[in-house]
């Protein structure tokens, strides 16, 4: 934005706060953690679910919230989930149902937050 006479403090404001809001509409992972940085709930969308939703920030949560986000999805966005995340293997959701690989995600997204938080200390 380079200088102009004619625009006021809070117009180069609104000009930066409407770009922001382009961005956050058409970017879920930024507006995801936009919202979690201010202290917000999420809320997903189910088209952005598989992209945004990290399983292992919501597995530090209660695994109600965990349940809610993961299983209304689709079985083939839940194995991207569980893929993308490294959480399992073809072979470990061959034959499973949805409500099983989320189940699976939950406890192992849990135990590497677990093992994470133990290293630490």
Same mark, same amino acid.
């Given at each position: 934005?380079?200088?102009?006479?004619?625009?006021?403090?809070?117009?180069?404001?609104?000009? !930066? !706060?409407?770009?922001?809001?382009?961005? *956050?509409? =058409? /970017?879920?992972?930024?507006?995801?953690?936009? *919202?979690?940085a201010?202290?917000?709930?999420? *809320?997903?969308?189910?088209?952005?679910?598989?992209?945004?939703?990290?399983?292992y920030?919501?597995?530090?949560?209660?695994?109600?919230?965990?349940?809610?986000? !993961?299983?209304?999805?689709?079985?083939?966005?839940?194995?991207?989930?569980?893929?993308? /995340?490294n959480?399992?293997?073809? *072979?470990?959701?061959?034959?499973k149902?949805?409500?099983?690989?989320?189940?699976?995600?939950?406890?192992?997204?849990?135990m590497k937050v677990?093992?994470?938080? =133990?290293?630490m !200390?």
């Open positions: 934005m380079g200088e102009s006479p004619g625009l006021t403090p809070v117009e180069y404001l609104d000009r !930066f !706060f409407d770009e922001l809001r382009a961005e *956050v509409r =058409s /970017n879920p992972v930024l507006a995801a953690r936009l *919202v979690k201010l202290g917000g709930n999420v *809320v997903f969308e189910d088209a952005a679910k598989a992209d945004v939703a990290s399983p920030a919501l597995a530090t949560g209660p695994k109600a919230n965990f349940m809610s986000v !993961f299983g209304a999805m689709k079985l083939g966005d839940i194995k991207k989930v569980l893929k993308e /995340n959480l399992a293997s073809r *072979v470990d959701m061959n034959g149902s949805a409500a099983q690989l989320v189940e699976m995600m939950y406890e192992r997204a849990a677990h093992e994470r938080k =133990s290293s !200390f």
